[in-house]
């Protein structure tokens, strides 16, 4: 699915001289694309639904539970939810059973590009919302804990540093918005390249990091996420909760065609990504 698939030499954007050779976008507003409902969505060969378990890492922590189940699509949007009366075992101190979520893409030879996604975030406590690339090497991250306040975005790069027990501004940085992210939708992106990668809200730059920069061929995933650790998180959540995601663009380059030339059958010239 495309802004514009005639665009075969390429995506340039004039204001960060930036190329990318190929683009992925859904828009989760177009609801004709998911005409049959979440079974439609489920299906989609383009999507990778969480469905899985992470085993809590620390001693005040939670297991985070992944199901497809909790990834739905709305009037407006594609909703990750957190429940706190799902069907799983996940039992914290007060027997509540949580279940969390997450989606990502199929492909995973990302290698570079410019990630954007206009999200809405939960006024639930105790959740985290996380837009990433992950390859078992590493990740680049934004997170929103909606628990801290004023709201703010971490961004990070893994694997971290930390400093004298602090995570290290090499690895780490985070804005504070002036808006509340769960009242509306807000652009959030970041550009990643070799040994770089910005950080953006509404398209203005706002961190850079030169340390470990991941340089494996990657996949997308969005989650939504309780865990219990009061060092982070805060939670875990005590009602549902819900990240909502108008749209996901990625211009990029593929691991499978970085060394070859763009085709040019279309078009003659790059599309400039400003005016798509």
Request: glycine share 6%; with cysteine.
């Amino acid at each position: 699915m495309g802004l514009s698939s005639n665009c075969d030499c390429g995506y340039r954007e004039s204001s960060t001289g930036s190329f990318w050779s190929e683009m992925w976008y859904m828009d989760f507003e177009e609801r004709q694309n998911f005409a049959i409902g979440n079974q439609n969505l489920y299906s989609h060969k383009d999507l990778f639904f969480s469905n899985y378990e992470i085993a809590a890492k620390f001693n005040d922590s939670y297991s985070r539970v992944f199901r497809k189940q909790n990834v739905m699509i709305t009037d407006e949007s594609l909703e990750i939810a957190i429940t706190v009366d799902g069907l799983e075992p996940f039992v914290n101190n007060e027997n509540q059973r949580i279940i969390c979520g997450g989606i990502g893409t199929t492909r995973q030879d990302f290698l570079y590009g410019s990630f954007r996604s206009n999200m809405r975030t939960t006024n639930v406590e105790g959740t985290v919302t996380g837009m990433f690339v992950y390859h078992p090497e590493g990740e680049i991250d934004i997170e929103i804990v909606s628990a801290v306040k004023p709201s703010q975005a971490y961004f990070a790069t893994h694997p971290g540093i930390t400093e004298n027990g602090k995570a290290s501004s090499l690895t780490h940085g985070n804005y504070i918005f002036d808006f509340d992210p769960s009242q509306d939708y807000h652009e959030y992106r970041f550009d990643w390249y070799p040994d770089l990668t910005v950080f953006y809200i509404d398209s203005i730059e706002q961190y850079r990091i030169t340390t470990n920069v991941l340089a494996q061929p990657s996949r997308v995933m969005f989650n939504h996420w309780t865990d219990g650790n009061q060092n982070f998180s805060q939670g875990p959540a005590k009602e549902n909760a819900y990240l909502n995601i108008k749209n996901m663009t990625f211009f990029f380059n593929s691991s499978d065609t970085l060394l070859s030339t763009p085709k040019c059958i279309n078009v003659n010239t790059t599309c400039n990504i400003e005016s798509i």
